[in-house]
């Protein structure tokens, strides 16, 4: 699908990171993009500057994805792009130093991670499955999931989210082989060590230390390089159920 002039798209998490990078790169590609995020305060002003929506939206609720795709379907048409990159990565060991890991927290990680993925995934694609056909092979859209290299490889305290992303992960087959029959493809991103705010607000020896455990480049991953994987993703009509990692080749050890 080539990204032509007012392609509706739609991004989560896109107020900042990965997904406001993706927003950017769709945005200057032609699309119309919606920003979906909980981020109130920064959300709107990535719009803004895009020319799209901003709407705030819940991934773990019905309720708000469908008002927030319902939104962005009234100012855009229906999405014919969906970017799932909302999602968060707090930390705790199976056993603490307090016990058993809280299953409050790892319940919210799932619940954001990988059921507001496929919340957002189904509700997009159901929307597309309505629509005419791009091409004679009869494309409808493209959704594309964040993963990560910690469904591979996670780490001390990375229970519930290497758990989350590895569902994530297992999800795409599945999904696209679902969806065939709609002509909506699927892929997701496992992304390894990148440059978004959570990692640039550790220290800068911190953040040096990180980047020299990437063999080639040794450096945190630009956020513009996860949106460009998007783009050809979506530009590839031949790429479909496929996780690809993007990670500068790193394997990651236990901590």
Known sequence: MKIGAQTPAVVTGAASGLGEA???????AGAKVAVLDRDAARG???????????HETDV??????????AAAAE?????????????????????GRDGAHPMAV??????????????????????MATLDPL??????????????????????????????????????LPAARDLARHGVRVCAIAPGLFGTPMLRGLPE?????????VPFPARLGD???YAALVRFIVETDYMNGEVIRLDGAIRMGPQ
């Open 60 to 69: 773990t609720d019905d309720a708000s994805v469908r008002a927030a795709l």
């Open 106 to 127: 790892f319940e919210k990680v799932i619940a954001v991670n990988l059921v507001g993925t496929m919340r957002v995934m189904a509700e997009a694609a159901a929307a």
């Open 205 to 213: 020896d911190v953040q040096e230390s990180l980047a020299k455990q």
């Open 22 to 28: 993706t927003a950017r790169m769709l945005a200057a």
């Open 135 to 172: 091409d004679g092979d009869g494309l409808r859209g493209v959704v594309v999931n964040t993963a990560s290299v910690a469904a591979f490889e996670g780490q001390i305290g990375q229970a519930a989210y290497a758990a989350s992303k590895g569902g994530v992960a297992a999800l795409t």
């Open 75 to 95: 100012a855009h048409g229906p999405a014919r792009i969906a970017v799932n990159c909302a999602g968060i990565a707090p930390a705790a060991r199976t056993v």
């Open 223 to 225: 956020p513009a390089e």
């Open 44 to 54: 709107p002003g990535v719009a803004a500057e895009i020319g799209g929506l901003f």
